[in-house]
């Protein structure tokens, strides 16, 4: 067990490495916006080598989605989505080099991740800028809006700002640096209106043919033919289109027609700019010449052109271009002397879009991000620029912000009842700014920090109620500087300390409740509270070995205690197995004539089976929870130790799912209820129970079902508590059953109720997939390696357990095997807790239970659409 988890480690690492080393993506970003916890990242993008990663490191909000509709159409980055139920405005915070160009690329996608067919409308935020509406109404294929940009920060904030009632989702962010000396601009940065190579046939192009990763999509007119060379070409300008969109061009089909492009623009004072890049490649005889001119909107732009041997040329132009009347004409008209008709190999054109809102003074931005830290501050909307746009400004801040070319300023910090600890920050001081400052009703401590009366505009100063002690600095018993911290008992006031201007403050005396007297009251508080959980725990964990002190734990309750000659008879001499655990068989049973019961009989004389009994009829004296299997008694007579149960009639969920109770199939809505009422169980024991326990055995075989599916947890042989225990909890025994163990208590020996869950996780894949959890025919693979491996397939109904016969919703499927990858993550911390799963659980069962069936359209396998390739191209 052990090795084969250690090995799976090293292999993963081992792939990361070598592809991080097998791609040179300086300074590429990219993002796969939603990516699951449990999927590798960063992976390499099968078609483009691009490497991707998840972007949950650079946004702190937002949940995760997967598109439902047509998956088959999307390239793996945009598959996954990240959607902003809460918040106004949900920010991405990247690293970029500052003065660097980049092409920024941000990718939106639908796709009825959420099963509800709301396409969303909001707004692309650069900084404070608006950069563009996203309207996936209009492109329900998914749109991607892209600018070549140069920021003027380290930082750049990439914001979705919610504008009606519509969720706001992204599915991929990606960055590339640009060449120098290209696209440049007199002001502004240029958004993409098209990039296109001219080839009858073919796919969009883009990284590794180019090295920038700009995506360039084929395009044809039926008025042109194509021309093409199979010859190496020369491209070192400052552009470097891919070759193998040079290799083909277009030319007019009537060879003395002028080669035309219209396309309209959004506005007629629109702004453009045009690359357009030449190469002659055919072969010219002496007596032959292609020379034209270019026109824009019917006036000279430029030439003549005579395009040199498979060598580009690009025509840009040096000042922004409009088009009247909202269409722009590009045409190429040949020269009198030309023999040949004019050709284009590429063209792309962009419009000059202007960021003319500055963002906030960096170092003000530095400052209340550093506060933010310190404090653990939990605000939803400080995210994005703190002061721009106005209407999105942080909570607690005031700016002054009178023109838009002036970065802003930050005038007012109110943090009053922010629950702020500690002393008072010194990234206060860089707000250089600060008018106002508001840090009442808090936990503050320490004393009043000197530097507050040398911040030249701070005036207003409000303290009160917090926990300072010491004296005012002399320097804020200044004019001018409005002072209140009443409700500082341990401040100090008398006229010793210096007394502040206008202000009467309670006295010193009020802190001066003899210190003694507290620490003694606390010193008795404490030792009750020790003593009370010391006398639970001593409770919990004892179990008497000897028959005669067993009384301690028999008295107190209403089970009834059988003798050994009881038991074979409820269990007629032992006639019908049930079961058989490690150190137990488990009889059928009947007492009082009627009650059926299943009879554990512990084999005899075994330790490790001894403390697992009395673990288990302690536990169960104490707990009582309808999704846990109840005690209807027990017997302890000398070496005989046996526990009687309730009988559950429909057996084990493991049966169930391995086809051994009959052809009857569990369907998908009763699984979700079983694993509800499992979580329900096992919460019960992590959250219900003092001490908290873990149940250390949970697997498809320990659900038992009653005649009407409801299930109970049972065998509790080995739960321990697992906080507060009498026992260390690092020298327990590792107990647990191979395939449902977490390996890192597995490693590390520590328990705790994340062992459970991701015992629950993995018995959630088993009722999702009904896959071994173990494939011994499959070199001992795992069951959550299986489910990882065709997750990255992207089908769901081959993961699903073929039982089922599709008979599920997709959402709520997906939904449940997200769930259950997370909770089988073999890091504890990234395991939801079982309250988070409940609550999973029956989100998904609402999913489920919607009437709403979202799996049609997904089972033809040949399906095959080409997606709108100037939407989110699927690149070849
Ligand atoms: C953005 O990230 C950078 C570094 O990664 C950090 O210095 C900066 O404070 C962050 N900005 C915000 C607004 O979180
Ligand atoms: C979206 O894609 C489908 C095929 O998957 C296509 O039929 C439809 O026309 C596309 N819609 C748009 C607006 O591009
Ligand atoms: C930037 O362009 C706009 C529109 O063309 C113009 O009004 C403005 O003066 C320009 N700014 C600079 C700094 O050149
Ligand atoms: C380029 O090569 C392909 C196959 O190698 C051939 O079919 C095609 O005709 C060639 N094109 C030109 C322009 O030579
Ligand atoms: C392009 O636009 C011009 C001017 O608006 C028009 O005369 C011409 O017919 C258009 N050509 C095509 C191919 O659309
Ligand atoms: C160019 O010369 C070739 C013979 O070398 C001749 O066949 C062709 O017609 C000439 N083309 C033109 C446009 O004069
Ligand atoms: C090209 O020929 C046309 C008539 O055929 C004439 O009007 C025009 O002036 C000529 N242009 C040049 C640059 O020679
Ligand atoms: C932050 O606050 C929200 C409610 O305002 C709460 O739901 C969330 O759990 C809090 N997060 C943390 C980390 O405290
Ligand atoms: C700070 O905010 C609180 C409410 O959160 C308000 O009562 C208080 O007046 C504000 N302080 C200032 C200086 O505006
Ligand atoms: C200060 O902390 C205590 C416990 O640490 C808490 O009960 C109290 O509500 C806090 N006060 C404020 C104003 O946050």
């Not at 962009?350 to 404090?375: G, H």
């Not at 693979?781 to 997750?791: D, G, R, Y």
Request: proline share 5%; glycine share 6%.
């Amino acid at each position: 067990m052990e090795r084969s988890f250690g090995l799976l480690l090293v292999l993963i690492t081992l792939v990361i490495i070598h592809i991080v080393q097998a791609q040179d993506q300086n300074g590429f970003i990219s993002l796969d916006c939603g990516l699951p916890e449990y999927q590798t990242s960063p992976y390499n993008e099968a078609s483009t080598g691009l490497l991707f990663s998840s972007d949950k490191d650079f946004i702190q909000s937002g949940k995760t989605g997967r598109v439902q509709e047509n998956p088959k159409n999307y390239l793996e980055p945009y598959l996954t989505l990240r959607y902003f139920p809460e918040g106004k405005r949900n920010c991405y915070n990247l690293s970029v080099d500052k003065g660097r160009k980049y092409l920024i690329g941000a990718s939106f996608v639908y796709g009825n991740y959420d099963g509800r067919d709301i396409k969303p409308v909001f707004d692309l935020y650069l900084g404070p800028n608006l950069w563009a509406t996203i309207d996936l109404q209009r492109w329900v294929n998914g749109t991607r809006e892209e600018i070549l940009h140069i920021p003027t920060s380290k930082s750049l904030q990439i914001c979705l700002v919610r504008t009606g009632t519509t969720t706001p989702a992204i599915a991929a962010l990606e960055l590339r640096p640009l060449r120098k000396n290209s696209y440049i601009t007199q002001n502004g940065s240029l958004s993409l209106v098209f990039r296109r190579y001219f080839k009858e046939s073919g796919f969009t192009l883009r990284y590794m043919e180019d090295v920038s990763d700009r995506l360039w999509v084929r395009f044809f007119m039926k008025e042109w033919t194509q021309i093409s060379t199979n010859l190496t070409m020369k491209i070192n300008n400052n552009y470097v289109p891919p070759e193998d969109a040079l290799k083909n061009a277009a030319t007019p089909t009537d060879t003395s027609a002028p080669l035309t492009i219209n396309w309209s623009s959004e506005s007629f004072s629109e702004e453009c700019y045009l690359y357009a890049h030449f190469a002659e490649i055919q072969d010219l005889q002496a007596n032959e010449t292609r020379e034209f001119n270019i026109l824009l909107n019917g006036e000279h732009y430029y030439g003549p052109v005579i395009p040199k041997k498979l060598d580009i040329t690009t025509v840009e132009n040096v000042t922004p271009k409009t088009c009247q009347g909202g269409v722009c004409s590009l045409q190429l008209t040949r020269t009198n002397r030309s023999t040949l008709p004019p050709l284009l190999n590429a063209l792309e054109v962009y419009r000059v879009i202007q960021f003319p809102q500055s963002e906030t003074d960096e170092s003000d931005v530095d400052a209340i991000i550093e506060i933010a830290a310190t404090y653990a501050l939990n605000k939803t909307n400080w995210q994005g620029d703190p002061c721009v746009p106005e209407q999105l400004r942080w909570d607690g801040l005031n700016c002054k912000n009178t023109e838009m070319s002036t970065p802003p300023r930050i005038t007012s910090l109110n943090l009053s009842s922010s629950g702020l600890n500690g002393n008072i920050v010194a990234a206060i001081q860089s707000l250089t700014k600060l008018k106002k400052l508001d840090l009442s009703n808090n936990n503050l401590t320490g004393e009043v920090p000197e530097f507050l009366g040398n911040m030249e505009s701070l005036s207003f100063i409000n303290l009160s109620w917090n926990t300072l002690n010491g004296s005012i600095p002399q320097s804020l018993q200044k004019k001018g500087v409005e002072l209140s911290v009443e409700g500082n008992p341990r401040l100090c006031l008398s006229d010793s300390c210096r007394k502040p201007s206008k202000k009467k403050f309670p006295m010193a005396i009020v802190a001066s409740i003899p210190v003694a007297i507290v620490a003694s009251v606390f010193i008795v508080v404490l030792f009750l509270v020790l003593r009370r959980k010391k006398s639970t725990v001593v409770k919990g964990l004892h179990l008497p070995r000897t028959p005669t002190e067993e009384v301690t734990f028999a008295n107190k309750n209403s089970k009834r205690r059988f003798t050994y000659s009881e038991v074979i008879q409820m269990t007629n001499n032992f006639e019908k197995v049930l079961g058989k655990g490690g150190f137990d068989m488990v009889y059928h049973g009947t007492v009082s004539g009627s009650e059926q019961v299943a009879v554990k009989v512990l084999s005899q004389s075994s330790t490790q089976g001894y403390k697992e009994f009395k673990a288990e009829v302690d536990l169960l004296l104490r707990v009582h929870h309808t999704n846990l299997v109840s005690l209807v008694g027990y017997c302890y007579e000398g070496d005989h130790l046996a526990l009687i149960y309730e009988f559950l009639p429909n057996g084990d969920l493991k049966q169930h799912l391995s086809g051994k109770r009959g052809r009857f199939i569990i369907n998908w809505s009763t699984r979700l209820q079983i694993a509800l009422e499992a979580a329900l169980g096992l919460g019960y024991l992590h959250i219900g129970c003092k001490p908290p326990m873990a149940h250390r055995d949970v697997k498809t075989a320990n659900i038992l079902l009653d005649d009407n599916f409801k299930d109970k947890l049972s065998d509790f042989g080995l739960s321990r508590p697992f906080q507060g225990g009498g026992e260390s909890q690092q020298s327990t025994v590792i107990a647990g059953t191979p395939g449902y163990l977490d390996p890192e208590y597995h490693h590390s020996g520590r328990l705790g109720e994340k062992s459970d869950v991701y015992s629950f996780g993995v018995e959630l894949l088993e009722m999702i997939t009904n896959q071994p959890v173990i494939n011994q025919t499959n070199d001992n693979s795992h069951i959550t390696q299986w489910v990882a491996f065709m997750v990255n397939r992207g089908n769901i109904i081959e993961i699903m357990d073929p039982n089922l016969s599709k008979d599920y919703d997709i959402n709520s499927a997906w939904r449940a095997l997200e769930l259950a990858m997370s909770c089988a993550n073999p890091s504890s911390s990234k395991r939801p807790p079982m309250s988070q799963v409940i609550q999973e659980l029956k989100e998904c069962i609402v999913c489920e239970n919607s009437g709403i069936r979202n799996n049609q359209g997904l089972e033809s396998e040949d399906m095959n659409i080409d997606l709108d390739t100037s939407v989110v191209p699927r690149a070849r």
